[in-house]
């Protein structure tokens, strides 16, 4: 026969702890080496994301360390385009794109193309 647990009984079993919660996330803190084994990169190209903070982590003591649900989660949200990614050839089909380009050449009172 089963025995049934009462909300009680429920809540201290799944009570977090400190301890609870530092042996969760113990499994869950990479190393360089190991967060690039993770997502199969580099550990140079690992370290350069990182420290242009296009990647999730933190350098302690002068070594990178890698939280396994951030990285996943930053897998999981699209790229970020940047202002140049969506923009560059925009207006290529511009059909006014030859006079403003003319205008505003004249306007700095230089020519189209400069002599070398």
Do not use: C
């Not at 009680?8 to 799944?14: G, I």
């Not at 511009?94 to 002599?115: S, V």
Request: net charge positive; proline share 5%; no cysteine.
């Amino acid at each position: 026969m089963s025995q049934t647990r009462t909300p009680t009984q429920r809540a201290k079993k799944l009570k977090r702890t400190p301890q609870r919660v530092a042996a969760s996330i113990a499994g869950e803190v990479l190393t360089l080496a190991e967060a690039a084994a993770y997502l199969r990169v580099g550990e140079n190209q690992l370290a350069d994301l990182a420290a242009r903070q296009d990647i999730p982590g933190r350098q302690i003591g002068g070594e990178w360390r890698f939280l396994k649900t951030a990285l996943i989660r930053w897998l999981a949200t699209p790229a970020r385009r940047g202002f140049w990614d969506t923009q560059f050839g925009a207006l290529k089909d511009d059909p006014h794109l030859d006079e403003m380009l003319r205008d505003i050449y004249r306007e700095r009172g230089r020519p189209m193309a400069e002599d070398e």
